[in-house]
């Protein structure tokens, strides 16, 4: 990965209900690479992630070991 790729970045979501539940899911939001963390490890980035409500920013964001693993990202490939 270099600074400028498109991934794709897995929201948290909210906290889990007392019932299992979660308000918000997590769910897949489009990310900008901004910055590659250790150029020996180019699993570790840095992100700028596009909400519908608006953009932030997170650093040291691990790739995940599925695509679906919250808090991480993946290949914008990945469905």
Request: glycine content about 8%; charged content about 15%.
């Amino acid at each position: 990965m270099q600074v400028g790729d498109r991934v794709h970045y897995v929201s948290h979501g909210s906290p889990v209900l007392d019932d299992g539940t979660q308000k918000y899911p997590s769910v897949c939001r489009a990310a900008f690479v901004t910055a590659v963390v250790d150029e020996t490890q180019p699993r570790c980035l840095s992100l700028a992630v596009l909400n519908p409500t608006g953009m932030f920013f997170n650093e040291h964001v691990f790739e995940g070991a599925t695509a679906s693993e919250p808090g991480t990202w993946h290949s914008a490939g990945h469905p």
